[in-house]
Structures are given as C-alpha cells and as structure tokens.
Nanobody, 119 residues
Framework: QVHLVESGGGLVKPGGSLRLSCAAS????????MDWYRQAPGKDRELVAT???????YYTNSVKGRFTISRDNAKNTVYLQMNNLKPEDTAVYYC?????????????WGQGTLVTVSS
C-alpha cells in the first residue's frame, strides 16, 4: 500500500520559518511531479508550489521569494521551506504526488498538516 505522510506543521510567529516534509512510502517505481497545496478556512484549496521529477519548480505569486520546494528522490520525499511567514499563510497544507507502482499509476494526497501564523 502506497501513501504520503506529512510532517512539520505548527504555530509560528509572523516572520518565522517552518519546513514541511512529505514522504511517500510503499513499493514505488517512480514519482512524477510533487506538489504542495493549501486550504485556508472558508477558501478553496490552492496550489502553492510544484516540483517536477526533473527538478523544475513553480510557485504561486504570493509565496515567490519566501517558499522553496525541493525533493529527495532517493527518499521519495518532498519538502517545503517556508520563510518570512505571514498570517495569510495560515492553512492546512497538503502534499500531492503522481506515483507509479508496480501495477498502476496513483494520484495521492497526504493527510494535511496545519500551519498557523500568529503573534
């Protein structure tokens, strides 16, 4: 069974930093793009950042220059380094990945990790 497990959320003051991790476990042949989404209370889920299997990255405008997405293919893990956090970054953060297993392709979501930015 393949799944994604997130960690690293928490409470931080404005201007602070957090690093989120998302590890894929199970029998995995390869992973396509890995993404971070977030959903704030009362709002739709939005794409925050993407990293392809080749290492190309995309960021939504509101986090450019503050967030960095990276991945460790040997560990099947994606990270989101978040610096200079703002109250508007408060949300549940979800990772997403396209995973090739021995038998099929799966689009997986993590369980979500809460990030709260508040003084």
């Amino acid at each position: 069974q393949v799944h994604l497990v997130e960690s690293g959320g928490g409470l931080v003051k404005p201007g602070g930093s957090l690093r989120l991790s998302c590890a894929a476990s199970g029998t995995i042949l390869s992973i396509n793009a890995m993404d971070w989404y977030r959903q704030a209370p009362g709002k739709d889920r939005e794409l925050v950042a993407t990293i392809t299997d080749g290492g190309s990255t995309y960021y939504t405008n509101s986090v450019k220059g503050r967030f960095t997405i990276s991945r460790d293919n040997a560990k099947n893990t994606v990270y989101l380094q978040m610096n200079n956090l703002k109250p508007e970054d408060t949300a549940v953060y979800y990772c997403n990945a396209g995973v090739f297993t021995e038998y099929r392709y799966l689009e997986l979501w993590g369980q979500g990790t809460l990030v709260t930015v508040s003084s």
